[in-house]
């Protein structure tokens, strides 16, 4: 068949699904017959969009020439949108962002090779994060006729595929009649109800274009996916751990979004206390009494102490992730373990655990239920009774600083527990305070006093609080400080890519706001190490019209790895240059950017963030920030991690402690 026939039989479908508003719709009307004669990459494209796939982010090359052009017909009938990227890493990080931001899937589309092997490496985000996302990826024919041009170079069939399989869920399209099972194992990754993630489709060449004469539409649609339940456990152990504990913390991951107010009820019933993984900040308000912010390797005094001095651990939705638990060292005082968790491996990822696996809230209220039959009052009596040896030092050592009677005005029935963390909490404030009330240092790079990375963090925080901006933090010094300063009330304000920690998220989740115009203002902070590995979003992002502002913290280094590096051995090396880069004038020579200075003080950075507000494109500030020894300019370390010389040690403790 010529390919000018093909052309506008795809032109008319597309149209007509288009004026009907569905490819359903049409089906049902009658406007497209069920049996059709189409490109299998075409046939790809119907079965996304009755999956309500309508956002490609798309690195073309000469292993995706067939779908192009499927989605070029496709776009200009208005059924997808397009956004051809630079870069395949971008083009990932976009769509993550896309769907975690506004919950909208996208799918990105690449070459054979390298580009492949690049987005691929980005799909450790969505993989780790839990965010769904299709990849549509070029591979090497079918007919094996000899080296495929950036195949990979080994004389061994369909290796890619291997590689899509070791990494997570993936089909390979070598039969296109196997179509719709790839659709429906795509469906149940993308869209699974606890654990989404990305899916990966590999399309050789040669069978990208092939002719499937009388396809049967019907073959395109899949089935719905319910929600699961609460677990069906032993809820009367639960309740005889909880009656049994002196001190219980909470450990809330990404997992119990949603559950707010059954987590602080819970709290309230046990006398527990909060904390959080990097990645669920604002699940629990900050300013909740019970909550004690962010705990882990970085962590902060009050969340770390709660994990350390608590003798019940209640973990909730978390991975565990070795940032979140010092590295399986942050509970030691932890006999037993209550894990809700919709995963198996994560439920079962401490000893002595009981395992409640179902839906956090669902399962959090089976819980509650659990307590209050099991008698309220008689819960509240055991919960009061006097605290461990352990719990009594520490409420020594910290009773002349701050004051029960003070704190009592405001919980007049505060437990020796609660009163405990909450002095910690006290002291976790003071010691922010301290930091943004001194905002600049003097930096022996810039020449000059400078803002230190927390002042100017917060400032921007603060400055963010009230408008309908998203914060997006990019991995390395400026995310862990940004984690530990982060105050949210509500879930989904701040985002931080804590599983991956991969370089450039942030920059390239601005490019969420050019694939749909109602998606809040992106505010992405991004250290000069991170902006450098993508920077590629300033054309794209101009190019597309994206709307936002790229906070870039300027210390002339990798400061996160400097900070380890002389925390470890008491010496930097290979993480940093010797002179300024000129960002502005960088930014500067992309039309449509604007570009602001933060200057050299709280002032000057809140002028500079109003001004990037007001315009309706793609922004930079460039904000030189300090980077030193003086401890006025972090944040601090707080738990452990298994890293550098540091290893032996950490692991002697969890061996001992046998959590």
């Known amino acids: 068949m010529e390919y000018k026939e093909i052309e506008k039989a795809r032109i008319e479908r597309a149209n007509i699904i288009a004026e009907c508003g569905g490819l359903d719709v049409a089906l049902a009307a009658n406007r497209i017959p069920l049996h059709i004669d189409a490109t299998l990459s075409e046939l790809l494209i119907l079965g996304m969009l009755l999956q309500n796939v309508k956002t490609y982010f798309t690195v073309f090359g000469h292993g995706s020439t067939e779908i192009g052009e499927v989605l070029r017909i496709f776009e200009k009938a208005g059924l997808v949108r397009v956004l051809g990227l630079r870069n395949e890493i971008e083009a990932s990080h976009a769509a993550t962002a896309l769907n975690w931001?506004?919950?909208?899937?996208?799918?990105?589309?690449?070459?054979?090779?390298?580009?492949?092997f690049q987005a691929l490496a980005a799909s450790l985000v969505p993989a780790s994060d839990g965010i769904g996302v299709w990849y549509l990826f070029g591979d090497e024919t079918t007919e094996d006729e000899g080296y495929n041009m950036q195949q990979i170079p080994k004389n061994q069939e369909f290796l890619f595929p291997q590689v899509l399989q070791a990494?997570?869920?993936?089909?390979?399209?070598?039969?296109?009649?196997?179509?719709?099972?790839?659709?429906?194992?795509?469906?149940?990754?993308?869209?699974?109800?606890?654990?989404?993630?990305?899916?990966?489709?590999?399309?050789?060449?040669?069978?990208?274009?092939?002719?499937?004469?009388?396809?049967?539409?019907?073959?395109?649609?899949?089935?719905?996916?319910?929600?699961?339940?609460?677990a069906v456990g032993d809820y009367e152990k639960a309740v005889a751990w909880i009656k049994d504990s002196r001190s219980a913390v909470i450990k809330i991951g990404a997992g119990a979004k949603g559950a707010t107010e059954e987590i602080l009820q819970l709290a309230e019933l046990i006398d527990g206390v909060c904390?959080?993984?990097?990645?669920?900040?604002?699940?629990?308000?900050?300013?909740h009494p019970r909550c004690m912010g962010v705990g882990g390797s970085k962590g902060s005094i009050c969340g770390n102490y709660a994990m350390e001095m608590a003798d019940l651990l209640i973990a909730i939705g978390t991975r565990a992730v070795c940032q979140s638990d010092s590295s399986r060292t942050g509970y030691p005082n932890v006999r037993k373990v209550i894990n809700i968790n919709a995963d198996l491996d994560d439920a079962l990822h401490y000893q002595d655990s009981l395992a409640l696996m179902?839906?956090?809230?669902?399962?959090?209220?089976?819980?509650?239920?659990a307590l209050k039959r099991a008698s309220e009052e008689g819960l509240k009596k055991a919960l009061r009774e006097e605290p461990e040896e352990a719990l009594k030092e520490a409420l020594?050592?910290?009773?002349?600083?701050?004051?029960?009677?003070?704190?009592?005005q405001a919980h007049t029935e505060s437990s020796d527990w609660l009163f405990a963390c909450a002095a910690k909490k006290s002291e976790w404030e003071a010691f922010k305070q301290e930091r943004f009330d001194n905002p600049t240092l003097e930096d022996s790079f810039w020449r000059r006093r400078v803002l230190t990375q927390p002042a100017a963090i917060k400032i921007a925080l603060d400055w963010s609080a009230d408008k309908e901006v998203i914060n997006i933090f990019d991995a390395g010094d400026v995310q862990a400080n940004g984690f530990q300063i982060a105050s949210d009330e509500w879930s989904g304000k701040t985002i931080t890519d804590s599983g991956a920690s991969y370089m450039g998220f942030a920059v390239s989740a601005i490019l969420a706001s050019a694939a749909k115009p109602d998606c809040p203002y992106i505010?992405?902070?991004?250290?000069?190490?991170?902006?450098?590995?993508?920077?590629?979003?300033?054309?794209?992002?101009?190019?597309?019209?994206?709307?936002?502002?790229?906070?870039?913290?300027?210390?002339?280094?990798?400061?996160?790895?400097?900070?380890?590096?002389?925390?470890?051995?008491?010496?930097?090396?290979?993480?940093?240059?010797?002179?300024?880069?000129?960002?502005?004038?960088?930014?500067?020579?992309?039309?449509g950017v604007m570009a602001i200075s933060g200057g050299h003080s709280p002032e000057e950075l809140r002028r500079a963030l109003d001004k990037a507000f007001d315009y309706k494109g793609l922004s930079l500030i460039h904000i030189p920030v300090y980077y030193s020894t003086d401890p006025l300019g972090s944040m601090g370390v707080y738990g452990r991690w298994n890293v550098g010389n540091w290893v032996e040690e950490t692991q002697k403790l969890r061996h001992k402690i046998g959590l």
């Open 101 to 116: 931001i506004t919950h909208e899937k996208a799918a990105v589309v690449t070459s054979i090779g390298p580009g492949a």
């Open 167 to 230: 990494m997570g869920s993936a089909y390979s399209l070598q039969d296109p009649w196997a179509l719709s099972t790839a659709l429906r194992r795509g469906h149940a990754r993308v869209d699974h109800p606890f654990r989404p993630g990305p899916f990966y489709v590999s399309m050789p060449m040669n069978v990208q274009s092939r002719m499937l004469k009388g396809f049967n539409l019907r073959e395109l649609q899949c089935g719905e996916i319910s929600c699961i339940g609460a």
């Open 523 to 591: 505010l992405a902070f991004s250290g000069d190490g991170s902006f450098t590995m993508n920077p590629q979003i300033l054309i794209d992002g101009a190019e597309h019209g994206a709307r936002g502002c790229i906070l870039l913290f300027d210390n002339n280094r990798m400061a996160a790895i400097s900070g380890l590096q002389m925390a470890q051995y008491g010496n930097e090396f290979a993480t940093w240059h010797e002179k300024p880069i000129d960002y502005l004038g960088w930014a500067k020579s992309v039309p």
């Open 275 to 287: 904390v959080y993984t990097p990645i669920a900040g604002g699940i629990v308000p900050y300013e």
């Open 358 to 369: 179902g839906d956090a809230k669902l399962t959090l209220k089976e819980l509650i239920g």
């Open 396 to 408: 020594k050592e910290k009773s002349e600083e701050v004051s029960r009677e003070s704190y009592g």
